[in-house]
């Protein structure tokens, strides 16, 4: 069965940067995107980014272009989430959800596996 | 960005009740729509796409509907373990997606 299983827990200082990682396991992983979304306390869920994982091919949020980096390393079927400059606002549950789609375009992205999220706390 | 807005943000209901949730996007996104179910303190559970196809393993008493800005969830008979938050996804601007920002079902 599909599993996505994310690293620990975080607790970040003001300006640091933070990564979270995602397994994957049960598919193929090069054949779907990984997206990563997250969801600050008692708001609305928040996508980040995408890898297109065959690739590498990243596209990110405008709101945190130039801050985060998604990557992955195919040989352990795991993606990356890099956010740097943190800030309380920062202070979030992080997840990756395996993206996949329906339309011979491959684009329009449905997320239908979801990693159990990372809290990641941003405190001085 | 296109914004999405669910109504109501929160609903009281019992049991056996039908419910709908409504979803509405700021510009036509044709049919590109998809729901989800949160509990607390877990991941997101994805229950339909394209608007009214439902995922594999999601009960049939789930149901969407809708094209272009105005969707709807409907539960048709509401069982103990439906009681959550639900969000809608609009991935029509790709990569751009976005979230409602949810309805949370609470047991009347």
């Known amino acids: 069965q599909v599993q996505l299983v994310q690293s620990g827990a975080e607790v970040k200082k003001p300006g640091a940067s933070m990564q979270v990682s995602c397994k994957a396991s049960g598919y193929i992983f090069s054949r779907y995107a990984m997206h990563w979304v997250r969801q600050a306390p008692g708001q609305r869920l928040e996508w980040m980014g995408w890898?297109?994982?065959?690739?590498?091919?990243?596209e990110y949020s405008q709101k945190f272009q130039g801050r985060v980096t998604i990557s992955r390393n195919t040989s352990a079927s795991t993606a990356y989430m890099e956010l740097s400059s943190l800030a309380s606002e920062d202070t979030a549950v992080y997840y990756c959800a395996r993206g996949d789609y329906y339309d011979p375009s491959g684009s329009h992205h449905h997320f239908d596996y979801w990693g159990q999220g990372t809290l990641v706390t941003v405190s001085s | 960005d296109i914004q999405m807005t669910q109504s109501p943000s929160s609903l009281s209901a019992s049991v056996g009740d039908r419910v709908t949730i409504t979803c509405r996007a700021s510009?036509?996104?044709?049919?590109?729509l998809n729901w989800y179910q949160q509990k607390p303190g877990k991941a997101p559970k994805f229950l339909i796409y394209a608007a009214s196809r439902l995922q594999r393993g999601v009960p049939s008493r789930f149901s969407g509907s809708g094209s272009g800005t105005d969707f709807t969830l409907t539960i048709s008979s509401l069982q103990p373990e439906d009681f959550a938050t639900y969000y809608c996804q609009q991935s029509y601007s790709s990569p751009a997606y976005t979230f409602g920002q949810g309805t949370k079902l609470e047991i009347k």
């Open positions: 510009q036509s996104i044709s049919k590109y």
């Open positions: 890898i297109n994982v065959g690739n590498g091919n990243t």
